[in-house]
């Protein structure tokens, strides 16, 4: 217990890097719960100090909305080591690539959710327990029958070009957005009609009860980001352009130049909550005048650009990178909980594997402990048999005893119960994601070591993208599932058009009654339920979770206090030392 | 001469139009989607399919063709599918980074090179001779991504004295510009020196054993005359064929170089625009590219008529 409580005292004092906390926690025998509620304990408030965004919006409720109980109670708040806030300056960030423009309707990149959330705002996001609470609405009721759902707005919010946000246009964006986003036509099955019922208030009239409705349309990637009506009308479904990146969040876009940089500019005329930072919710303090992203494809590039100083933050490091970097005074290298988790997605529509005991096969044959060693490396991977990640509420063991398997023996006997004759099994994978292809290569392995015959197909990204909407050109791929806090927001959970086509009678009633049920713990039961069904019916093997690492500069303050990284980090409340 | 010029001009005609073709149908051939790409793996099938169909990619490959060429006359390369602007203007933005940074290298390969060549001929077998060819040799061994690399650890990440990467415009801050350049210049310039170096040197050898050399020492012509107005102008002969070659393998170069040091530039543009399938900016780039090579070429046969008298091209 007293190493217990040295390491809660290292984490709060933030002398210890998280990568070695999270070692020495592994010695000490504490699981990823425990490692979780550490790093939510670690999650401190954001200094007090007015916030430099102009006029201050009335107190807005952030509590939880209704029917999402917080599992571990109100974001736990510890004092910082971060000093006194520092208004000025301009935050360099090097992300992996340009990304497609910045609509987020039509686009769902990770550089793009980086970027865009800077800018754009959603109706609710997500706090520091990953609970949905209320962002651009001032609440949610739902009516006792559960078929319709109101939405009051915040008033007296501001558009970059200087528009109030109204209702008419959240409903723009919810139409725009239902008809172009994957999540959006996701929802459009459960919709009726979505209604602007006065200037402030949004109704959504449903055909079934849509429990998750606040988290679908909360803050992710390809989220429904809210943009004035006058916009949308000019572009309809076309995608916005440069001059239409306009939303409500603390920052405005003020240059876009392609394969040169994005920069974006403190918006003076925000109006956000004044309720504590707490993960992606609550004040959003834009001390820095300027946030810079510059696409820097090239990995060791990127690294040098951090230790030179010339960047701020990397949207991504390799653990290679960070081994080689040492002791970086300058760097503030951290080890965060899992971004995603790795996955060998099984064709379940054609093909051999649409033989669920060939799959079970598969499943029985991968030791994932080798594929975590392979693809990320020790100290960066932790074992898991939980589809959704431990720092979310709905993480289960349930059906722990599928995962890991590692054993050849029951795979091959699995395999000729299935009548497997030899036929080759293509896993697709790209070098274009390393901890993707390094996991494929060990798994060939172990089902060669099983008896199958595999064959490792190795492309770049863009013919790998076209090569899987082919159903009978592969039987398996090596993919992530990235964070999301809540599983109707997995598209493999929630429909049947995901890669692989996981679409059996049971999944699709789970999965509906996951979307429906009002109370906690039915869904909670659907989703265990449903976790089960995921290793019985063995659509993809799941790996390690991927820890997540942030590369910062130290000179960067009050970031890993006030905001999640899990769906991209945001610069607000966060400054520059000089 | 100006007819020649005129008809080397005519034929560079025919020559992008093939080299547009072969582009055109070899990037419609390698499997990959834009539209996939552009949407990434979360998208639905039906997603991609609309994209796909918003993009005219869907079109039978002998329509695609036939609208790409004849736009293509009337000098219009489309938009690209990934930037969402015209394929001129993404081209024109970055002609300027790969144009200077092009310019900037051959400027600096051949400072280094003709002093490095013409001394090391001069003293032949001397240590600073065997010194100069080491230099030479490392810069033709040494791939140019690794040695920017080793520049950046060294000046950016080390000394701290230049920027590890990016571009100013030299519009904006010429000194900015010019200290996001020197590493880049150096890195693409460093193997073209090498080969240029070596090749001075060998010219040089080679005209200081001829006869009108011999005899301008017997006139009494001073040393250095002898060497920069008598022995250097001749062995400058081959030396601007292979500037011309090195300036083509500098645009090939500068493919690596850019992505290394995080520069906007063609060469940039046109891996990305491989990698994103943006079918419509990797023909414009690669036709641009062939413009450029064959106007090269075409200077540096110009330049011939200048540096050797006994040149003559056509009638006259």
């Not at chain 1, 697709?428 to 099983?450: C, F, K, S």
């Not at chain 2, 552009?38 to 993009?55: K, P, S």
């Amino acid at each position: 217990m007293a190493h217990h409580d040295a390491l809660l005292a290292q984490m709060l004092s933030r002398r210890s890097s998280r990568r070695a906390l999270l070692k020495r926690a592994a010695i000490l025998g504490l699981g990823a719960p425990a490692l979780a509620g550490l790093g939510a304990a670690c999650r401190g408030e954001e200094p007090a100090a007015p916030s430099p965004a102009a006029p201050s919006a009335s107190p807005q409720a952030t509590s939880p909305v209704a029917g999402q109980t917080p599992a571990a109670g109100q974001p736990t708040q510890a004092p910082t080591s971060a000093g006194e806030p520092r208004r000025g300056g301009r935050l360099r960030v090097a992300t992996t690539g340009q990304p497609a423009g910045l609509d987020m309707h039509i686009r769902a990149q990770r550089t793009i959710t980086l970027i865009g959330w800077h800018m754009y705002e959603a109706l609710f996001t997500f706090d520091g327990n990953y609970e949905t609470v209320p962002m651009l609405a001032a609440g949610y009721e739902v009516s006792d029958d559960g078929l319709t759902a109101t939405i009051p707005l915040r008033r007296g919010v501001r558009f970059h070009n200087g528009e109030e946000m109204r209702a008419a246009d959240v409903v723009a964006s919810f139409e725009r957005w239902a008809e172009v986003s994957s999540l959006g036509i996701a929802i459009s099955e459960f919709l009726r009609e979505v209604v602007e019922v006065d200037d402030y208030t949004v109704e959504f009239r449903l055909s079934s009860p849509l429990v998750a409705l606040p988290s679908m349309l909360a803050r992710q990637s390809g989220g429904l980001s809210i943009h004035p009506k006058s916009v949308l009308d000019q572009v309809g479904t076309e995608p916005l352009t440069p001059d239409l990146y306009i939303g409500t969040g603390p920052y405005q876009l003020v240059d876009f130049q392609p394969d040169r940089f994005t920069l974006l500019r403190r918006f003076d005329g925000y109006v956000g909550l004044d309720s504590p930072p707490s993960g992606y919710a609550g004040r959003k303090a834009a001390y820095l005048d300027e946030i810079e992203f510059v696409p820097m494809p090239d990995e060791a590039a990127r690294v040098a650009g951090l230790q030179a100083g010339d960047f701020h933050y990397l949207e991504e490091i390799i653990p290679d990178q960070v081994e080689a970097i040492g002791d970086d005074p300058s760097l503030n290298i951290q080890i965060l909980p899992p971004r995603s988790y790795g996955v060998l997605i099984m064709n379940t529509i054609a093909g051999p594997m649409t033989n669920v005991k060939l799959r079970q096969a598969v499943l029985a044959a991968v030791d994932v402990e080798a594929t975590g060693q392979a693809s990320h490396g020790e100290g960066y991977f932790e074992p898991d048999p939980g589809i959704m990640l431990p720092q979310t509420r709905w993480h289960s063991t349930v059906g722990q005893e599928y995962y890991d398997q590692g054993n050849p023996e029951r795979a091959r006997q699995l395999a000729q119960e299935a009548g497997y004759d030899g036929t080759p099994l293509r896993i697709l994978t790209t070098q274009e994601d390393l901890g993707d292809y390094n996991a494929a290569v060990v798994i060939q392995q172990q089902l060669q070591q099983a008896g199958f015959n595999v064959q490792l197909e190795v492309m770049d990204e863009a013919t790998l993208d076209e090569m899987l909407e082919d159903d009978n050109r592969w039987e398996m791929t090596t993919n992530a599932y990235v964070f999301r806090p809540d599983p109707v927001l997995i598209a493999a959970f929630a429909s049947c058009t995901a890669d692989g086509g996981w679409c059996s009678d049971p999944k699709v009633e789970v999965a509906r009654r996951l979307q429906t049920e009002t109370d906690p713990g039915a869904r909670f039961t659907a989703f265990e339920e449903l976790q089960m069904l995921w290793y019985t019916e063995a659509p993809a093997v799941k790996l390690v979770n991927n820890l997540g690492i942030a590369p910062l500069s130290a000179k960067v303050k009050n970031v890993l206090e006030t905001t999640h990284f899990e769906i991209e980090p945001e610069f607000t409340n966060c400054w520059l030392e000089e | 001469m100006t007819a020649y010029i005129l008809r080397r001009l005519l034929l560079l005609i025919p020559v992008l139009l093939v080299v547009g073709v072969i582009v055109f149908t070899l990037i419609h051939l390698i499997p990959g989607d834009p539209a996939a790409v552009m949407l990434g793996r979360e998208a639905t099938r039906e997603q991609v399919e609309a994209l796909r169909e918003r993009l005219g990619l869907n079109e039978p490959f002998h329509v695609q063709f036939f609208k790409w060429f004849t736009n293509v006359l009337r000098l219009d390369f489309g938009n690209s599918l990934f930037l969402d602007q015209p394929v001129t203007r993404a081209l024109l933005d970055r002609v300027q980074p790969t144009g200077l940074l092009t310019l900037y290298s051959l400027t600096l390969a051949v400072l280094i090179a003709i002093p490095a060549g013409v001394v090391a001929a001069v003293r032949r077998n001397s240590l600073l001779d065997r010194l100069l060819m080491v230099f030479s040799i490392s810069g033709v061994a040494i791939p140019n991504f690794f040695f920017g690399i080793l520049l950046i650890l060294l000046f950016a990440v080390i000394l701290g004295w230049l920027p590890s990467g990016g571009y100013v415009d030299i519009t904006d801050d010429p000194v900015e510009h010019l200290k996001h350049m020197v590493m880049p210049t150096l890195a693409l310039s460093f193997s073209a020196a090498g080969l240029m170096a070596r090749l001075v040197r060998s010219s040089m050898l080679d005209v200081l054993h001829d006869d009108y050399v011999r005899t301008a020492y017997a006139k009494g012509l001073p040393h250095r005359h002898v060497i920069l107005r008598h022995a250097l102008r001749n062995a400058l002969i081959p030396f601007l064929t292979i500037v011309g070659i090195s300036l083509a393998g500098m645009l090939g170069g500068s493919v690596v170089i850019e992505t290394v040091f995080n520069i906007p530039g063609m060469g940039r543009l046109l891996v990305q625009s491989v990698t994103r399938r943006d079918f419509p900016v990797v023909q414009a780039a690669v036709m641009v590219v062939a413009a450029v090579e064959v106007l090269v070429m075409l200077l540096v046969d110009i330049l011939y008529v200048y540096i050797d008298p006994r040149v003559r091209y056509g009638s006259d």
